[in-house]
Structure formats: structure tokens, C-alpha cells
């Protein structure tokens, strides 16, 4: 009975490890798909004029890609080949970086790497520039600017309602995934010592401005009049890794 016993026990062990492989497996490929197509957005984030053909093209994009990072920070971590988890100085640790903290973000890590933190920063700040400069007649102004741009090119005009209400929503959709992706780059010190600083402190003395003087309901999550404080957040926390006095003359002058 006992050699029986043995034997059965033999079995659930390989089943469980054959179990337990392949679901490993599976993570690891569908993180490999994720790298994949993340890749393929981040280089496709470039500078354009607003609602230009492009722009309008690379909304698309950018949401899928802030929809990846979202998932990503979900997604089960996936255990290297090899690795002592004891030694690895993750983040969750209090040390380590991007490239080895005890988490997967590789749609950050590729924004860094191919020098998109600071592309998205001027667009998204060209946009704002433009949104506040039309806050008044925001709805004729999508339309104006696409057909200036190039952005409606191709397209044949049937219904001017349906457009405005179509380019409202991709001018949203910009501003909701270009700031969230934003955000999760600063929480990186990494990103810190990358971005134009400058820039980003005047961008976020901006956007707080435009908020008193239009009455603007800050209370939406998603949009740069709630972001921006977050955005704050990140520059205080990572001062000291900084130049804390070229940070405090940046936001004095602002």
C-alpha cells in the first residue's frame, strides 16, 4: 500500500508541476505580446499639430497604450528563469529602478527608452495651450482646426454634429490617456531626471491658472486639471534626487 501510496502521490506532484509550468508559460507569453505591441505604440507617438490627420490617427494609439500600462499594473508578476526573489531590490523593496523593481511596466520603461516622456509632455501641453485658447467655442474650434490641419482630409462631411461630437470625444480621449500615461512615468525618478522639468512646471502652473480664472470643475479624475496635482506630487517626491534649487526658482517664477 505504501509503494501505491507513493506512486499516487508521484502523479499529483507531476500534474501539479505540469500545471503549474504551463500557466507560467502563459504569462510569460502574454508578456512578451504585451512588450510586443506597446513597442509598436510608443514609437508611433510623435509630434503633430492638434486635430492634424495624425493626431487624430494617433489618439488610437495612445489609448491602447495607457490601456496596456493599466494592465500591466495588474498583471501577475512573472518570475524570471533563475531568480533569487530574496536578491532582487524591486521597488515593493524600497530600492532598485524601473529596469529591476519587483513589478512589469514595460510601456513606461519603452516611453523612457525611446525618448517619448518628453514628446508626450509637448503635446499634451500644445493641446492644452490650444483647448483654453478656445474654451468659449470649443465645439466650432474642433472643426475649424481639424479642416486647418489636415485632420478631416479624406473625410466626407455628412453630418457636422456627429463630427464635432466624434473630434470631442478624440480630443478627449488624447488629453485622458496622454495624461495618465504622463503620470505613471513621473511616479519613476528615472523619468524625473529626463523630463523637461521647466515645461512641466509651467504646464501645471498653467493648467492650475486656467482653473481659477475659468471655473473649471478640477473634480474629473482623468482630465490635466486633476492630474496636474499628481504630476506636482512627483516633482516634491523626487526633489531631493534632483536640483532642488532649480526646482524651487522653476515654481517660484511660475
Known sequence: MKGRDVGVNAMKYMKTRDAT???????????????????ECVREILMCPVLSRRWIDLTDTLEQLARLAMLEA?????????????KVLGRLDGGGTLWDQDMTEDAIRLM????????????????KVWQ?????RLDDAVLNTAKENGGLEGHRVVD??????????????????????????????????LVDLPL???????????VDEKGIDEREARRQESLVIHYFHCIMKHSEKLNTREVLELMQDS
Request: proline residues 2%.
Open 132 to 136: 483654453y485658447a478656445n474654451w468659449e
Open 200 to 210: 512641466l512646471i509651467r504646464h501645471c502652473s498653467m493648467v492650475l491658472k486656467q
Open 74 to 86: 495588474y498583471a501577475p508578476r512573472v518570475k524570471k528563469e533563475g531568480e533569487d526573489k530574496t
Open 112 to 127: 523612457m527608452e525611446e525618448n517619448r516622456v518628453n514628446v508626450s509632455l509637448r503635446m499634451l501641453n500644445d493641446y
Open 160 to 193: 457636422p454634429h456627429a463630427l464635432v461630437q466624434s473630434l470631442l470625444s478624440k480630443v478627449n480621449t488624447f488629453e485622458e490617456s496622454v495624461g495618465a500615461l504622463l503620470w505613471k512615468c513621473l511616479v519613476h525618478v528615472e523619468a524625473m531626471q
Open 21 to 39: 509550468s504551463v500557466a507560467e508559460d502563459l504569462k510569460v507569453e502574454a508578456t512578451r505580446e504585451r512588450t510586443v505591441i506597446a513597442r
